[in-house]
């Protein structure tokens, strides 16, 4: 199966539950899209075309019984948390939030309308979800991130370049899961005989 073709459908899906459950009250359905990018980043451009056509697939169609609210960003936070606010007082049926750092604002801000957190890195080790099993709260999607693959590119470094001794990370200290990588290469470089500065 192709990334996107497996992004469209766990997207798509992810967002129809909370709309297909609040379905029988009639009406036109309303998404919040929050993204923390620039309106011209065709990457997400895509990522929410993709999002609207599998909707459509499923049966909602624009302007029909679906409503998008979209905001762009950019990675301003402060306009962040504006749009966050006005798109709760919005009050849609569901909110698609992308970036690490936007999940917890809307976490802060409602607690009984569904976040969709696509791809979010680990969703328990930043507070979005009690347990992969058992997330509790109302923020749902899926993650891609799998902290050993840290290890791995250590221990292929080590083997590409074996008299390496030392590394450097740089990261965003305001990313939780970009802190939370840190202190896991911190440990991964440590077992490998091999120092760090970040």
Known sequence: ????????????????????????????RRIG??????PSDSEMQARVQT??????RLGWTKGVNIQFDERWTTD????VRANAVNLVELNPDVIVAGGGRVVPIFIQLTHSI?????????????????????????????TFYEPSVLGKMLEISK???PD????????????????????????????????HSA
Do not use: C
Not at 76 to 79: H, N, R, S, V
């Open 114 to 142: 569904p976040i969709i957190a696509p791809g979010v890195g680990d969703p328990v080790q930043e507070g979005l979800a009690q347990s992969l099993a058992h997330p509790g709260g109302n923020v749902s999607g899926f």
């Open 33 to 38: 899209i929050l993204l923390a990018s620039r």
């Open 76 to 79: 301003d936070m402060e306009l």
């Open 164 to 195: 390496t001794s030392r590394v450097a990370v740089i990261y965003n200290p305001n990313n939780a899961i970009a802190a939370y990588a840190l202190r896991l290469t911190e440990n991964f470089a440590g077992s490998l005989g091999i120092g």
């Open 1 to 28: 199966m192709l990334r996107r073709d497996f992004i469209k459908g766990i997207s798509g899906s992810a967002v129809a539950w909370p709309l297909a459950a609040r379905a029988q009250q009639g009406g036109m």
């Open 159 to 161: 083997q590409i370049a």
């Open 51 to 56: 999002l609207r056509q599998e909707l459509q």
